[in-house]
């Protein structure tokens, strides 16, 4: 898919979200999880940008910052120009018919008390998009759009199996006809042949209605056959960016590196041959990230300066973004 | 470099159906959900019993009139025959004011000589009477105290789960302190306290079981709220536009108020058995009205000599604990149905 670079949809800019933590009985600050320090990145129109990294690094965190689901410690998100971090609680409701988000968990992001029918026809009505029959018909509709039969809408969630589920969510994110979808590890919860399903059924989805997706997810084959870009965090930080094949063919980030030397591949004898960089050790604590570089702790080639400085995110190559002191 | 896994899935495959199942006239009326929660209720054995004697106290408490028909004006009042303070057995005959003589009794037994059916208590209360119209008193306090206590318990439980910070710590102090006192006794001095203000009737009973009732309730309450407050579905109403007040309604109350309710059907067999242990102790209802727990109190003086009068103690003993029973084989059925885990599995 080529991608009109032109037409920036969401900028991030310098988002950062910690989390406090309190201790004792007066409840004083201790200290704050530093989720997301300082990301920014463009999404352009109808593309999708994966976002990978290990689990507890920011990335769903950085989706619902995105999102105003939680408010954003410092930073600027911007859509088609308007900055959402500074709208009230109503203009941001209004705002959300333009932007979705599809959740992980197929089991828990359905209310186990409510009918197809309500869960999909909710954000209608939230809006006062149609009322009594005409949700039905919008219903039926988004059903056949996830490839879910129409006998459906009268039963309950938990009568479905998780790929099932997840079409329902994602059913109920289009029933606005959003632009920006943020696809918060949609597949990873579910079966790999049911996977499969659920990223085509996104892919057309994309195709037919010019979608824009923020595509999260730990699955790094998974992203690289969806994404157009991806970007790759660790700790709260974007460490690399650039367009799907430029990162997996010739990624410059060692942790890059490393992630996509972690992937098994399916055939013994190229396995063999391949170098391999295994990381040591555990990801630090977000709450008391290392100085300087965040990977600084793992790095194969880390050195002094980078326990001292910040790497700068520079572009060393056209649309290839790098946070390191070594490239 | 690695290998390109491609993913491989057929689309058209997608679109698949549920196992065809046939569907109840009774099912559509009620909706897929109260039909499983209602079939649930009754598969089990122990529901069942629980149900039939709910039922039972039902029945008898509707037909009262009926069963027991009133002498004098007040229904309520256990008739007496004579004042002598020793209890008649079983099947003694009525020497004086014989009450009017129930149709029913007449078809059964072929005898029109009314008798004493479960003996007389000491002062020569019917105990009969005192049990088929202390059924009546025992839904009217248990029913009143229970949806009170809940609507308290719930109020202040979605307040302070709502609120949070230092409400919800004020609030949960407080059911602290409540949830300390004795319940028992700080239930007795309360209505002894009002009975001078309020008179010899049911409503100082109540009061103090409804002041030190609801702590329970409001705990389980904000419990629940916050847990289902940070589900996934709470975020996805938000994130598809839903209010504020929408969400707290239709998705965090609906999904945070069943474990309140099963403890809540639960709670009217406790509050009976509280309401006679007051009137047990002499607290609440004049002398000689119907309500268990008083003809309960009148074995007092018999203690040493119940094994000549049993009666006294074992028909209203075995009605207590008939409908304590009753309504914990109800919750009991009522948590398991209501379970999500139990979902799909009836």
Same mark, same amino acid.
């Given at each position: 898919?080529?991608?009109?670079?032109?037409?920036?949809?969401?900028?991030?800019?310098?988002?950062?979200?910690?989390?406090?933590?309190?201790?004792?009985?007066?409840?004083?600050?201790?200290?704050?999880?530093?989720?997301?320090?300082?990301?920014?990145?463009?999404?352009?129109?109808?593309?999708?940008?994966?976002?990978?990294?290990?689990?507890?690094?920011?990335?769903?965190?950085?989706?619902?910052?995105?999102?105003?689901?939680?408010?954003?410690?410092?930073?600027?998100?911007?859509?088609?120009?308007?900055?959402?971090?500074?709208?009230?609680?109503?203009?941001?409701?209004?705002?959300?018919?333009?932007?979705?988000?599809?959740?992980?968990?197929?089991?828990?992001?359905?209310?186990?008390?409510?009918?197809?029918?309500?869960?999909?026809?909710?954000?209608?009505?939230?809006?006062?998009?149609?009322?009594?029959?005409?949700?039905?018909?919008?219903?039926?509709?988004?059903?056949?759009?996830?490839?879910?039969?129409?006998?459906?809408?009268?039963?309950?969630?938990?009568?479905?199996?998780?790929?099932?589920?997840?079409?329902?969510?994602?059913?109920?994110?289009?029933?606005?006809?959003?632009?920006?979808?943020?696809?918060?590890?949609?597949?990873?919860?579910?079966?790999?042949?049911?996977?499969?399903?659920?990223?085509?059924?996104?892919?057309?989805?994309?195709?037919?209605?010019?979608?824009?997706?923020?595509?999260?997810?730990?699955?790094?084959?998974?992203?690289?056959?969806?994404?157009?870009?991806?970007?790759?965090?660790?700790?709260?930080?974007?460490?690399?960016?650039?367009?799907?094949?430029?990162?997996?063919?010739?990624?410059?980030?060692?942790?890059?590196?490393?992630?996509?030397?972690?992937?098994?591949?399916?055939?013994?004898?190229?396995?063999?041959?391949?170098?391999?960089?295994?990381?040591?050790?555990?990801?630090?604590?977000?709450?008391?990230?290392?100085?300087?570089?965040?990977?600084?702790?793992?790095?194969?080639?880390?050195?002094?300066?980078?326990?001292?400085?910040?790497?700068?995110?520079?572009?060393?190559?056209?649309?290839?973004?790098?946070?390191?002191?070594?490239? | 470099?690695?290998?390109?896994?491609?993913?491989?899935?057929?689309?058209?495959?997608?679109?698949?159906?549920?196992?065809?199942?046939?569907?109840?006239?009774?099912?559509?009326?009620?909706?897929?959900?109260?039909?499983?929660?209602?079939?649930?209720?009754?598969?089990?054995?122990?529901? #069942?019993?629980?149900?039939?004697?709910?039922?039972? %106290? /039902? &029945?008898? !408490?509707?037909? +009262?009139?009926?069963?027991?028909? $009133? @002498?004098?004006?007040?229904?309520?009042?256990?008739?007496?025959?004579?004042?002598?303070?020793?209890?008649?057995?079983?099947?003694?005959?009525?020497?004086?004011?014989?009450?009017?003589?129930?149709?029913?009794?007449?078809?059964?037994?072929?005898?029109?000589?009314?008798?004493?059916?479960?003996?007389?208590?000491?002062?020569?209360?019917?105990?009969?009477?005192?049990?088929?119209?202390?059924?009546?008193?025992?839904?009217?306090?248990?029913?009143?105290?229970?949806?009170?206590?809940?609507?308290?318990?719930?109020?202040?439980?979605?307040?302070?789960?709502?609120?949070?910070?230092?409400?919800?710590?004020?609030?949960?102090? #407080?059911?602290?302190?409540?949830?300390?006192?004795? %319940? /028992? &006794?700080? !239930?007795?001095? +309360?209505?002894?306290?009002?009975? $001078? @203000?309020?008179?010899?009737?049911?409503?100082?009973?109540?009061?103090?079981?409804?002041?030190?009732?609801?702590?329970?309730?409001?705990?389980?309450?904000?419990?629940?709220?916050?847990?289902?407050?940070?589900?996934?579905?709470?975020?996805?109403?938000?994130?598809?536009?839903?209010?504020?007040?929408?969400?707290?309604?239709?998705?965090?109350?609906?999904?945070?108020?069943?474990?309140?309710?099963?403890?809540?059907?639960?709670?009217?067999?406790?509050?009976?058995?509280?309401?006679?242990?007051?009137?047990?102790?002499?607290?609440?209802?004049?002398?000689?009205?119907?309500?268990?727990?008083?003809?309960?109190?009148?074995?007092?003086?018999?203690?040493?000599?119940?094994?000549?009068?049993?009666?006294?103690?074992?028909?209203?003993?075995?009605?207590?604990?008939?409908?304590?029973?009753?309504?914990?084989?109800?919750?009991?059925?009522?948590?398991?149905?209501?379970?999500?885990?139990?979902?799909?599995?009836?």
């Amino acid at each position: 898919m080529t991608v009109n670079t032109s037409e920036v949809l969401v900028r991030v800019e310098n988002l950062v979200m910690h989390f406090p933590i309190y201790r004792g009985i007066i409840k004083r600050q201790v200290g704050a999880v530093h989720a997301v320090d300082g990301v920014s990145f463009n999404i352009y129109k109808g593309e999708t940008l994966g976002l990978v990294g290990e689990s507890g690094c920011g990335k769903s965190t950085t989706g619902r910052a995105i999102l105003q689901l939680y408010k954003p410690t410092a930073g600027d998100v911007y859509f088609k120009d308007q900055n959402l971090v500074e709208l009230r609680r109503e203009p941001m409701r209004l705002m959300r018919r333009e932007m979705q988000m599809i959740f992980q968990d197929p089991y828990a992001s359905l209310n186990p008390r409510m009918t197809v029918r309500d869960i999909i026809g909710e954000p209608l009505m939230a809006f006062g998009l149609a009322s009594g029959k005409e949700i039905d018909r919008r219903v039926d509709e988004l059903l056949d759009l996830v490839r879910l039969s129409r006998d459906f809408s009268g039963r309950y969630p938990h009568e479905f199996s998780g790929g099932q589920r997840q079409r329902i969510g994602i059913a109920r994110a289009l029933a606005l006809n959003p632009s920006f979808i943020v696809c918060d590890e949609p597949i990873s919860a579910l079966d790999v042949s049911i996977q499969a399903q659920v990223v085509n059924l996104l892919e057309d989805l994309q195709k037919e209605f010019n979608l824009t997706y923020l595509f999260i997810a730990h699955d790094l084959s998974m992203v690289r056959h969806i994404s157009d870009r991806v970007a790759v965090m660790y700790l709260g930080v974007i460490m690399e960016l650039a367009d799907r094949n430029d990162l997996y063919t010739d990624p410059l980030h060692p942790y890059t590196q490393a992630l996509l030397s972690a992937i098994p591949v399916p055939d013994p004898v190229f396995s063999e041959k391949r170098q391999r960089t295994v990381l040591e050790g555990d990801v630090p604590s977000p709450v008391n990230p290392p100085s300087g570089c965040r990977f600084r702790t793992r790095c194969p080639i880390a050195e002094t300066i980078c326990a001292e400085k910040v790497p700068e995110w520079r572009e060393v190559r056209p649309n290839h973004f790098v946070a390191c002191h070594k490239v | 470099m690695t290998a390109v896994l491609k993913p491989s899935g057929d689309n058209s495959k997608l679109t698949e159906t549920l196992p065809e199942r046939k569907i109840s006239r009774l099912e559509r009326f009620l909706g897929p959900e109260n039909y499983r929660i209602l079939r649930g209720l009754i598969k089990t054995p122990a529901s #069942i019993l629980g149900f039939t004697l709910i039922g039972l %106290f /039902i &029945l008898v !408490a509707i037909f +009262a009139p009926v069963i027991a028909p $009133p @002498v004098g004006k007040d229904a309520y009042k256990i008739p007496r025959d004579g004042f002598s303070s020793e209890p008649l057995p079983p099947g003694s005959a009525w020497e004086k004011k014989v009450p009017e003589l129930p149709f029913w009794y007449k078809a059964l037994t072929g005898n029109d000589e009314w008798v004493h059916l479960l003996g007389t208590a000491q002062g020569q209360y019917d105990i009969f009477y005192g049990l088929v119209w202390g059924t009546r008193t025992a839904f009217r306090t248990g029913f009143i105290v229970v949806v009170a206590t809940f609507l308290i318990g719930v109020i202040i439980g979605s307040v302070s789960a709502y609120f949070g910070g230092l409400v919800d710590n004020i609030i949960m102090r #407080i059911v602290d302190i409540f949830m300390t006192l004795p %319940f /028992i &006794l700080a !239930a007795l001095i +309360a209505a002894a306290v009002l009975t $001078p @203000v309020i008179g010899k009737t049911l409503v100082p009973s109540i009061l103090a079981l409804i002041t030190f009732g609801w702590m329970g309730y409001a705990r389980i309450v904000r419990g629940d709220i916050l847990s289902v407050k940070e589900r996934d579905y709470i975020l996805a109403a938000r994130v598809v536009g839903v209010k504020d007040s929408r969400i707290l309604f239709r998705h965090i109350l609906p999904n945070a108020i069943f474990p309140t309710l099963v403890l809540a059907s639960l709670g009217i067999g406790d509050v009976v058995l509280s309401f006679a242990a007051l009137s047990f102790l002499g607290i609440g209802t004049e002398i000689g009205y119907a309500d268990w727990g008083q003809i309960l109190s009148f074995a007092r003086n018999w203690i040493t000599s119940l094994q000549t009068y049993w009666y006294i103690v074992v028909f209203p003993g075995l009605t207590l604990v008939l409908f304590v029973m009753g309504w914990n084989l109800v919750g009991d059925a009522l948590r398991d149905v209501l379970d999500p885990r139990m979902r799909g599995k009836s």
